[in-house]
C-alpha cells in the first residue's frame, strides 16, 4: 500500500472514531462501506480497511454479509473498561504527581479553560472531546505514547458505552472534577489525586444504567 493510501485509511479510522468520541455516531449505526467512499472519496478497498482498523480496536462490529456497525459494547465490557481505566489513571497518577511541572500545570489549566468555555456554550461535540482529552493529556505528560494511545482507545470505548447506557452525569460535574484533580497535582498532593480520580471515574460508571430493571412480563405487557 502506499503512503497516500495509508494516509487516507488513517484519515477515515480518525474521522469515524471523532464522531464516536463525540457522540455523533450512535452505537448499531451501520456503516454501509459505499457510502462511506463517497463521503471520502476514496475506493472501497481503502474504507474496508480503515473499518478493519476501527474493528481492531473494538470500536466498530464486522458482521459477515451484513456489513460494519457501530460497536454495541455489553455491560461486561462497559464494567471491565472502566477497571481498566482505573487502574490505568491511578497508576498514572502516582507518578505525575511527582514530577509535574510548572508548565505542565500551565498546559492543564489552559485545557481546563477550554473544557468551561465548551460547557458553558452547551458545545456537545467539544465539550465530550476536551473531557476526554483531558485523561490523554495527563498521559502525555508522563512522556509515555503507549499508554496515551491505550487510553485514548478506552476513552473512544467510554463514549460508546455513554451512549449505549445513558450516562447521566453531566459535563458539567466532570469537568468540576477536572479542576479538583489538577489543583491536587499542582499541591502534589499524591493520596489526594489518587482518590479524586478514583471518585470521578467511578462517578462516571456508578450514572451508567448497567442494570437495567427486567420487567415482570405482565406488567411489561399491561399498557398494551
Do not use: W
Request: hydrophobic share 45%; glycine share 2%.
Amino acid at each position: 500500500m502506499s503512503a497516500d493510501q495509508d494516509s487516507t485509511t488513517a484519515r477515515i479510522a480518525a474521522s469515524i472514531t471523532a464522531a464516536i468520541v463525540e457522540r455523533r455516531l450512535m452505537p448499531g449505526t451501520k456503516l454501509a462501506e459505499q457510502k462511506l467512499a463517497d463521503i471520502y472519496h476514496c475506493s472501497r478497498t481503502l474504507v474496508r480497511q480503515a473499518l478493519n482498523q476501527l474493528s481492531r480496536d473494538r470500536l466498530v462490529t464486522l458482521h459477515p454479509a451484513r456489513g460494519a456497525f457501530v460497536a454495541e459494547p455489553s455491560v461486561e465490557e462497559a464494567r471491565q473498561v472502566f477497571e481498566t481505566r482505573q487502574m490505568l489513571e491511578s497508576a498514572m497518577l502516582a507518578q505525575l504527581v511527582e514530577r509535574i511541572t510548572p508548565a505542565q500545570i500551565k498546559a492543564l489549566r489552559a485545557h481546563l479553560k477550554q473544557e468551561r468555555e465548551a460547557v458553558a456554550r452547551t458545545d456537545v461535540p467539544g465539550r465530550t472531546r476536551l473531557l476526554a482529552d483531558f485523561h490523554v493529556l495527563l498521559a502525555r505528560q508522563l512522556g509515555n505514547e503507549v499508554l496515551a494511545e491505550m487510553l485514548a482507545d478506552l476513552l473512544s470505548r467510554s463514549s460508546l458505552i455513554a451512549l449505549m447506557y445513558q450516562s447521566s452525569h453531566s459535563a458539567a460535574e466532570s469537568q468540576a472534577e477536572h479542576e479538583a484533580i489538577v489543583d491536587a497535582l499542582e499541591a502534589r498532593d499524591k493520596k489526594a489525586v489518587q482518590k479524586l480520580m478514583d471518585t470521578h471515574l467511578g462517578h462516571v460508571e456508578a450514572n451508567l444504567r448497567l442494570n437495567p430493571r427486567v420487567k415482570d412480563l405482565k406488567e411489561a405487557l399491561s399498557s398494551l
